[in-house]
């Protein structure tokens, strides 16, 4: 039957800018049709979207071949650690025989994830190695951590050393899925493989008591004489042959040296639970930079197989156990262990627990106060080492300009140059705060594996709030106008700060990020405006040098054209509400600019704003795609918002439609909403054929859909077309949040069919409907209100609200946190802030990142339980 949307969608204020060309579909399709059957007389019946919810993909390592174009069958590297590897970020390699084969489930769980953030809180990044289905891993998520913590005391969960290593990775070729914790000997073994230089745990294995006759020598020694990397730990288990491992590890030719934790003279090799162990450490260093500075000149051997290192750290202090109730519970425990023929990988499990069991347990917050401390001295030598390394590739000589501002009072900044390729966007100059870690590493995080990119203006703002004489800030008097006048001057607070859509979105993300980074490609020109704005975002410690300088002047002499930083004047009334903006952004509205930076990045979420022409939009989308990015639409206004439907340049830039969609996530408010729905339909987007079938595949009944959307929101969004506008909009764009202030948000989406939330109960009153059509890519449809976490009555601005919540939600998603409505809050609680500052964006959003946490930390939660209740 051939059908108009015509015939269901009469000519209004909102849809009457083209006639509706007729479109075939197959009888189910009506069902989306009836929904305007039940329509209040005068009511606008639209159609909303909402956004995919790919819950592997969203995880903050995902799985990379080592050689793309063949998948490996036994090792595999996240891409996490690949990126850190290949640009010289400090990473730690963390072994998994701990969690295995030490700590019962599921402490060994919370022990694995708090090693984590201890190394991630330390300026490193977190390798956790193990062997998982089968496959040696290096960079474990948080879900294979939990599996393979899960079979903790299990037989079949083995114990994998370096001989081990090609039978469980073969018995996984052949079919036979193991898990595997790794040893020191293992986890060196891969580390190395992985380009790993530094490795963080609690003890090594060594020579056993009477190794001179058993010959029961850990195969950790022989791998610290044969594999390229420095191990920290609390020297070897304190119920070995300490001498004789010392020996053992000078035959060898491995490095050995113990620090001296404020200590002074000659001083012992450290006995795991003890500091002291009667035997003097053969070499000593004070600090993580001696440390780094040795293992940094191992790299002067190129031509000779390197060895291992050993750098022992004291258990500290507070947690240290008394030398003499130590030594009888493990001369007892020793005494058992050989009685009951524990040898060979059964001896230290059974020996540790003895110790903790004739410890009365007291043996166990020593246990775990040296794995962390030795985990964190692990990350500090790794920042350290990342340091000279970099130090080898500095140019002696910084740029001038830059140099000259930092003698204008940036002396704080240590700025260097990096001799880079012209076409690299890190040829820009690169500030390096070192004497601000956290702000040097997420720095250089971003030049080279951003976890975010935000394509998007930088700009001068000034807010003018209208103050006539006699005017309260909060309260105006009644007989004060409350509007400034038109055709005249007026009295004003006028507020200057550094602005722009995509930079707001960037710097919300980066303080409230924490250590996520964070990378702003943009332009400004050679003006006062663009080096004001580099300077104030070089001091705020975000990185710059995806944003480009333009000459003031086109240097193509058949081009007039003339660059100027981009500027936004905010008009507001007494009450700060927005009267009249008036915005200069003609130098991002060229078709195509050749300065815009596409040097390639693999971030995790990409986020693109309007401001853009329209052409560039959808570019920069397919690129982000293409480098398998998440992709988030900001629309910056009811003129720009509709800019990414309109049809410009080659096929290829043209939006996908779900599956293969280019844009996973918008985040309009209800005026901007309405202008993407009219966009899309304008330039043909409901004409086909791809979207009708996502249409049909959402499964909504013949019955319609008024009173669930009443139910769902209220009588006016519903009469308003709100959520009809984001369900027609689902197929270009499965998710969207449409913002819509003291209402709160509206969260609309398409769910896989293995989305989760389609069986859980908590979740039913929110699933509108469910694919009927045995659709694999569409389970149903989602629609949530989230209310406003605040009603704020003492607002200072609106300028910068909504990016501040974009930011601020796309800083979790790269977290690898689920949109669900704790994240929604936290992002709204981010936009209060800013309601409540003088900023663009809030200085205060750093208070934001343990919220991270804790909502990362009930996910895990919440995991644990469903694990145990599916055991």
């Not at 990185?543 to 500027?567: C, E, F, M």
């Not at 920069?620 to 900001?634: C, F, G, N, P, T």
Request: aromatic share 6%; with cysteine; proline share 6%.
């Amino acid at each position: 039957m051939t059908k108009t949307l015509g015939q269901y969608f009469p000519a209004t204020s909102a849809t009457n800018d083209a006639s509706i060309e007729t479109m075939i579909g197959p009888a189910s399709w009506q069902a989306l049709f009836r929904l305007a059957s039940r329509r209040k007389p005068g009511h606008i019946p639209f159609f909303t979207s909402s956004i995919s919810r790919e819950r592997n993909e969203a995880r903050p390592k995902a799985w990379n071949p080592l050689k793309p174009s063949n998948q490996n069958l036994v090792f595999q590297l996240s891409t996490e650690v690949s990126r850190a590897v290949h640009n010289n970020l400090p990473v730690v390699a963390l072994e998994t025989t701990i969690y295995t084969h030490g700590f019962p489930y599921p402490e060994n769980v919370a022990l694995a994830l708090d090693l984590e953030k201890i190394v991630r809180a330390n300026g490193a990044i977190p390798a956790t190695i193990g062997v998982v289905g089968g496959v040696a891993r290096v960079g474990l998520t948080s879900k294979e951590i939990m599996t393979l913590a899960a079979g903790a005391g299990k037989p079949e969960t083995m114990k994998v050393s370096r001989r081990d290593l090609p039978y469980i990775l073969g018995m996984g070729v052949a079919g036979k899925k193991l898990n595997g914790g790794t040893t020191v000997s293992g986890t060196m073994l891969l580390a190395a493989k992985a380009g790993i230089k530094v490795f963080g745990t609690g003890g090594l294995g060594g020579v056993h008591r009477g190794g001179q006759d058993t010959m029961d020598i850990s195969a950790d020694l022989t791998e610290l004489g044969r594999t390229h990397v420095a191990v920290i730990s609390s020297g070897c288990k304190s119920f070995l042959d300490i001498p004789r491992t010392l020996e053992y590890l000078e035959t060898q030719g491995v490095t050995v040296c113990t620090f001296a934790d404020g200590r002074t003279g000659a001083i012992d090799f450290p006995a795991f639970y003890t500091r002291d162990s009667g035997s003097k450490s053969p070499m000593v260093v004070q600090d993580a930079r001696e440390a780094a500075a040795i293992i940094f000149s191992q790299s002067m051997f190129s031509g000779s197989k390197k060895s291992g290192m050993l750098f022992a750290n004291p258990v500290p202090e507070e947690f240290a156990m008394q030398k003499a109730e130590i030594d009888a519970a493990i001369d007892q425990a020793v005494q058992e262990a050989a009685e009951q023929g524990f040898h060979g990988h059964a001896n230290t499990p059974f020996i540790l627990s003895r110790i903790k069991d004739l410890t009365h347990g007291n043996s166990l917050p020593a246990n775990r106060a040296l794995i962390e401390s030795n985990v964190a001295m692990a990350a500090k030598v790794a920042v350290e080492l990342s340091k000279l390394k970099d130090s080898t590739n500095q140019d002696p000589e910084p740029n001038k300009e830059m140099a000259k501002r930092a003698s204008m009072g940036q002396a704080d900044v240590n700025l260097r140059r990096r001799k880079c390729d012209s076409n690299d966007e890190t040829s820009n100059i690169e500030v390096n705060l070192r004497d601000r870690l956290a702000h040097s590493i997420t720095g250089k995080a971003a030049s080279k594996t951003p976890d975010i990119v935000v394509y998007g203006s930088v700009a001068m703002d000034l807010s003018c709030d209208y103050a006539p004489l006699g005017a309260d800030a909060h309260s105006p008097p009644r007989d004060l106008p409350i509007s400034p006048q038109m055709h005249t001057s007026n009295l004003a607070a006028i507020s200057p700060s550094i602005g722009g859509v995509g930079c707001n979105v960037a710097l919300a993300a980066h303080r409230a990020g924490g250590t996520t980074s964070v990378l702003l490609r943009s332009l400004v020109a050679k003006d006062l405006a663009g080096q004001t704005i580099l300077a104030a975002l070089e001091t705020e410690g975000l990185y710059v040098g995806g944003i480009r300088s333009l000459p003031l002047q086109s240097i193509n002499p058949d081009v007039k054209q003339q660059h100027r930083t981009a500027q936004y004047v905010a008009i507001n009334d007494a009450r700060k509400d927005l009267v009249l903006a008036m915005a200069d952004m003609s130098i991002f509205s060229t078709p195509n600019p050749m300065a815009v930076p596409f040097m390639r990045v693999s971030p995790k979420w990409g986020v693109v704003d309007a401001n853009w022409h329209p052409r560039m939009i959808r570019k920069i989308s397919r690129h982000l795609k293409d480098w398998k990015s998440k992709v988030a639409y900001e629309p910056v206004s009811v003129p720009k918002s509709g800019g990414i439907f309109q049809p410009s340049g080659p096929t290829s830039d043209h939006l996908g439609l779900f599956p293969a969609h280019t844009v996973d996530l918008a985040t309009p408010n209800q005026h901007e909403l309405a202008a993407m729905h009219t966009a899309a339909k304008k330039w043909g987007f409901f004409e086909s054929q791809r979207w009708w079938e996502v249409i049909d595949s959402l499964g909504i009944p013949s019955s319609g859909l008024r009173d669930r959307f009443v139910a769902t929101t209220n009588h006016k969004m519903t009469d308003e077309g709100i959520p009809l506008q984001t369900i027609q909009l689902l197929p270009i764009i499965p998710t969207i949040l449409t913002k819509l202030g003291a209402d709160g948000v509206l969260l609309t989406e398409i769910l896989k069919p293995e989305d989760p939330r389609l069986t859980d109960p908590a979740h039913a009153p929110y699933i509108l409907s469910r694919t009927v059509n045995g659709s694999i890519e569409v389970g149903g449809l989602y629609m949530r209100l989230f209310p406003p976490v605040e009603v704020v009555d003492d607002v200072v601005s609106v300028n910068g609200v909504g990016d501040t919540f974009l930011g601020v939600l796309v800083a979790g998603l790269a977290k690898g946190l689920e949109l669900n409505g704790g994240l929604i809050n936290v992002a709204q609680r981010g936009a209060v802030m800013t309601l409540r500052s003088k900023e663009s964006v809030s200085p205060q959003l750093g208070e934001l990142t343990p919220e991270f946490d804790r909502l990362q930390q009930n996910a895990i939660t919440e995991a644990l339980e469903t694990a145990r209740d599916g055991a």
